[in-house]
T-cell receptor, first 111, second 111 residues
Framework: GDSVTQMEGPVTLSEEAFLTINCTYT??????LFWYVQYPGEGLQLLLK?????DKGSNKGFEATYRKETTSFHLEKGSVQVSDSAVYFC??????????FGSGTRLQVQP | DGGITQSPKYLFRKEGQNVTLSCEQN?????MYWYRQDPGQGLRLIYY???????QKGDIAEGYSVSREKKESFPLTVTSAQKNPTAFYLC??????????FGPGTRLTVL
Protein backbone atom coordinates (compact mmCIF):
# COMPACT_ATOMS: atom_id res chain seq x y z
CA GLY A 1 0.00 0.00 0.00
CA ASP A 2 0.85 3.66 -0.05
CA SER A 3 3.27 4.94 2.57
CA VAL A 4 5.34 7.98 3.50
CA THR A 5 8.60 7.91 5.45
CA GLN A 6 10.01 11.01 7.13
CA MET A 7 13.20 11.56 9.05
CA GLU A 8 12.75 11.29 12.78
CA GLY A 9 12.95 14.37 14.90
CA PRO A 10 13.34 16.52 16.68
CA VAL A 11 15.50 18.57 14.38
CA THR A 12 17.16 21.36 16.37
CA LEU A 13 18.71 24.27 14.51
CA SER A 14 19.97 27.73 15.28
CA GLU A 15 18.25 30.70 13.71
CA GLU A 16 19.35 31.36 10.09
CA ALA A 17 20.58 27.77 9.61
CA PHE A 18 19.72 25.73 6.53
CA LEU A 19 16.90 23.22 6.90
CA THR A 20 16.35 19.89 5.18
CA ILE A 21 13.64 17.44 6.20
CA ASN A 22 13.74 14.23 4.21
CA CYS A 23 10.61 12.55 2.85
CA THR A 24 10.36 9.46 0.67
CA TYR A 25 7.25 7.69 -0.48
CA THR A 26 5.87 4.45 -1.87
CA UNK A 27 2.78 4.61 -4.03
CA UNK A 28 1.16 3.10 -7.07
CA UNK A 29 0.55 5.47 -9.91
CA UNK A 30 1.51 9.12 -9.80
CA UNK A 31 0.59 10.73 -6.49
CA UNK A 32 0.36 14.39 -5.59
CA LEU A 33 2.76 15.31 -2.79
CA PHE A 34 2.26 17.74 0.07
CA TRP A 35 3.95 19.33 3.04
CA TYR A 36 1.72 20.40 5.92
CA VAL A 37 2.77 22.30 9.05
CA GLN A 38 1.22 22.02 12.51
CA TYR A 39 1.80 24.61 15.22
CA PRO A 40 1.23 23.56 18.85
CA GLY A 41 -2.41 22.82 19.66
CA GLU A 42 -3.62 23.62 16.16
CA GLY A 43 -4.77 21.84 13.04
CA LEU A 44 -2.65 21.32 9.94
CA GLN A 45 -1.97 24.05 7.40
CA LEU A 46 -0.99 23.34 3.82
CA LEU A 47 2.57 24.60 3.30
CA LEU A 48 3.21 23.57 -0.31
CA LYS A 49 2.40 20.92 -2.86
CA UNK A 50 3.49 19.40 -6.17
CA UNK A 51 1.29 17.42 -8.49
CA UNK A 52 3.72 15.93 -11.01
CA UNK A 53 7.33 14.89 -11.41
CA UNK A 54 9.94 17.69 -11.37
CA ASP A 55 7.41 20.20 -10.05
CA LYS A 56 8.74 22.47 -7.32
CA GLY A 57 6.36 23.63 -4.62
CA SER A 58 7.29 26.77 -2.69
CA ASN A 59 5.82 28.98 0.00
CA LYS A 60 7.15 31.27 2.75
CA GLY A 61 10.76 30.47 1.83
CA PHE A 62 10.20 26.69 1.94
CA GLU A 63 10.73 24.57 -1.17
CA ALA A 64 10.34 20.93 -2.17
CA THR A 65 10.89 19.24 -5.53
CA TYR A 66 8.95 16.16 -6.66
CA ARG A 67 11.65 13.62 -7.59
CA LYS A 68 10.06 10.59 -9.22
CA GLU A 69 13.36 8.80 -9.83
CA THR A 70 14.20 8.80 -6.11
CA THR A 71 10.55 8.85 -4.90
CA SER A 72 11.39 11.82 -2.69
CA PHE A 73 9.96 15.21 -1.74
CA HIS A 74 12.49 16.75 0.67
CA LEU A 75 11.59 20.02 2.36
CA GLU A 76 14.22 22.79 2.40
CA LYS A 77 14.56 26.33 3.67
CA GLY A 78 17.64 28.48 3.34
CA SER A 79 17.37 30.38 6.63
CA VAL A 80 15.04 29.25 9.41
CA GLN A 81 13.45 31.51 11.99
CA VAL A 82 12.25 30.81 15.52
CA SER A 83 8.70 31.18 14.20
CA ASP A 84 9.26 28.12 11.96
CA SER A 85 9.29 25.86 15.02
CA ALA A 86 6.48 23.37 14.42
CA VAL A 87 5.79 19.81 13.31
CA TYR A 88 6.06 19.19 9.57
CA PHE A 89 4.15 16.40 7.82
CA CYS A 90 4.82 14.99 4.39
CA UNK A 91 1.77 13.45 2.68
CA UNK A 92 0.68 11.93 -0.60
CA UNK A 93 -2.61 11.51 -2.43
CA UNK A 94 -3.22 9.05 -5.25
CA UNK A 95 -6.79 10.32 -5.72
CA UNK A 96 -8.33 7.05 -4.57
CA UNK A 97 -9.25 7.85 -1.03
CA UNK A 98 -7.59 10.34 1.32
CA UNK A 99 -4.15 11.62 2.20
CA UNK A 100 -1.48 9.25 3.50
CA PHE A 101 0.72 10.99 6.07
CA GLY A 102 4.21 10.47 7.37
CA SER A 103 4.74 10.41 11.12
CA GLY A 104 5.81 14.06 11.27
CA THR A 105 9.13 15.78 12.06
CA ARG A 106 9.38 18.27 14.89
CA LEU A 107 11.55 21.31 14.15
CA GLN A 108 12.94 23.39 16.99
CA VAL A 109 14.70 26.62 16.07
CA GLN A 110 16.76 28.29 18.78
CA PRO A 111 17.52 32.03 18.79
CA ASP B 1 -14.44 34.00 6.26
CA GLY B 2 -14.53 30.56 4.65
CA GLY B 3 -13.16 27.73 6.68
CA ILE B 4 -13.65 24.67 8.84
CA THR B 5 -14.78 24.83 12.44
CA GLN B 6 -14.59 22.09 15.02
CA SER B 7 -16.21 22.06 18.42
CA PRO B 8 -15.60 21.74 21.20
CA LYS B 9 -11.88 22.47 21.42
CA TYR B 10 -11.56 20.26 24.51
CA LEU B 11 -13.85 17.38 25.42
CA PHE B 12 -13.84 15.03 28.38
CA ARG B 13 -15.54 11.66 28.33
CA LYS B 14 -16.34 9.27 31.12
CA GLU B 15 -15.99 5.54 30.66
CA GLY B 16 -18.96 4.07 28.80
CA GLN B 17 -20.18 7.36 27.34
CA ASN B 18 -20.72 8.22 23.72
CA VAL B 19 -19.59 11.68 22.65
CA THR B 20 -20.04 13.58 19.39
CA LEU B 21 -17.48 15.90 17.83
CA SER B 22 -18.74 18.59 15.51
CA CYS B 23 -17.22 19.56 12.16
CA GLU B 24 -18.70 22.27 9.93
CA GLN B 25 -17.35 23.79 6.72
CA ASN B 26 -18.55 26.70 4.61
CA UNK B 27 -16.13 26.09 1.74
CA UNK B 28 -18.78 24.26 -0.31
CA UNK B 29 -16.47 21.23 -0.47
CA UNK B 30 -17.91 17.86 -1.42
CA UNK B 31 -15.45 15.67 0.51
CA MET B 32 -14.88 15.59 4.26
CA TYR B 33 -12.57 13.52 6.44
CA TRP B 34 -11.88 12.59 10.06
CA TYR B 35 -8.37 11.81 11.28
CA ARG B 36 -7.01 10.79 14.65
CA GLN B 37 -3.60 12.01 15.85
CA ASP B 38 -1.74 10.41 18.75
CA PRO B 39 1.36 11.98 20.34
CA GLY B 40 4.43 11.68 18.16
CA GLN B 41 2.51 10.00 15.38
CA GLY B 42 1.07 10.93 12.06
CA LEU B 43 -2.59 11.15 11.21
CA ARG B 44 -4.71 8.05 10.77
CA LEU B 45 -7.92 8.08 8.75
CA ILE B 46 -11.11 7.21 10.63
CA TYR B 47 -13.89 7.90 8.11
CA TYR B 48 -14.34 9.91 4.96
CA UNK B 49 -17.25 11.10 2.87
CA UNK B 50 -17.00 12.10 -0.75
CA UNK B 51 -20.60 13.20 -1.11
CA UNK B 52 -23.70 13.84 0.97
CA UNK B 53 -25.41 10.72 2.34
CA UNK B 54 -22.39 8.55 1.64
CA UNK B 55 -19.33 7.72 3.73
CA GLN B 56 -16.60 5.08 3.88
CA LYS B 57 -14.52 3.51 6.64
CA GLY B 58 -10.90 4.47 6.90
CA ASP B 59 -8.08 2.56 8.55
CA ILE B 60 -9.29 2.77 12.17
CA ALA B 61 -13.11 3.00 12.01
CA GLU B 62 -13.85 0.55 14.83
CA GLY B 63 -15.56 2.28 17.74
CA TYR B 64 -16.50 5.36 15.71
CA SER B 65 -19.55 6.37 13.68
CA VAL B 66 -20.36 9.29 11.36
CA SER B 67 -23.21 10.79 9.40
CA ARG B 68 -23.33 13.11 6.38
CA GLU B 69 -26.85 14.45 6.12
CA LYS B 70 -25.75 17.90 4.98
CA LYS B 71 -22.91 18.97 2.74
CA GLU B 72 -21.46 21.32 5.33
CA SER B 73 -21.56 18.99 8.33
CA PHE B 74 -19.75 15.73 9.17
CA PRO B 75 -20.11 14.87 12.89
CA LEU B 76 -18.06 12.08 14.45
CA THR B 77 -19.37 9.99 17.35
CA VAL B 78 -16.87 8.23 19.57
CA THR B 79 -18.73 5.28 21.04
CA SER B 80 -18.08 3.29 24.20
CA ALA B 81 -16.72 0.53 21.96
CA GLN B 82 -13.62 2.66 21.28
CA LYS B 83 -11.31 1.44 24.01
CA ASN B 84 -8.61 4.08 23.79
CA PRO B 85 -10.23 7.28 22.54
CA THR B 86 -7.89 9.83 24.14
CA ALA B 87 -6.38 11.66 21.16
CA PHE B 88 -6.47 14.81 19.03
CA TYR B 89 -9.18 14.62 16.34
CA LEU B 90 -8.87 16.56 13.11
CA CYS B 91 -11.52 17.18 10.50
CA UNK B 92 -10.69 18.17 6.93
CA UNK B 93 -12.46 18.94 3.67
CA UNK B 94 -11.46 19.07 0.02
CA UNK B 95 -12.92 19.84 -3.35
CA UNK B 96 -10.35 18.89 -5.95
CA UNK B 97 -9.60 15.41 -4.64
CA UNK B 98 -6.21 16.26 -3.23
CA UNK B 99 -5.66 19.51 -1.33
CA UNK B 100 -7.27 19.13 2.09
CA UNK B 101 -8.04 21.97 4.47
CA PHE B 102 -8.05 21.24 8.17
CA GLY B 103 -10.01 22.46 11.15
CA PRO B 104 -8.36 23.46 14.45
CA GLY B 105 -8.98 20.06 16.08
CA THR B 106 -10.72 18.68 19.17
CA ARG B 107 -8.72 17.17 22.02
CA LEU B 108 -10.64 14.32 23.63
CA THR B 109 -9.65 12.99 27.04
CA VAL B 110 -11.15 10.00 28.83
CA LEU B 111 -11.51 10.51 32.56
Amino acid sequence: GDSVTQMEGPVTLSEEAFLTINCTYTATGYPSLFWYVQYPGEGLQLLLKATKADDKGSNKGFEATYRKETTSFHLEKGSVQVSDSAVYFCALDTGRRALTFGSGTRLQVQP
Amino acid sequence: DGGITQSPKYLFRKEGQNVTLSCEQNLNHDAMYWYRQDPGQGLRLIYYSQIVNDFQKGDIAEGYSVSREKKESFPLTVTSAQKNPTAFYLCASSQDANTQYFGPGTRLTVL
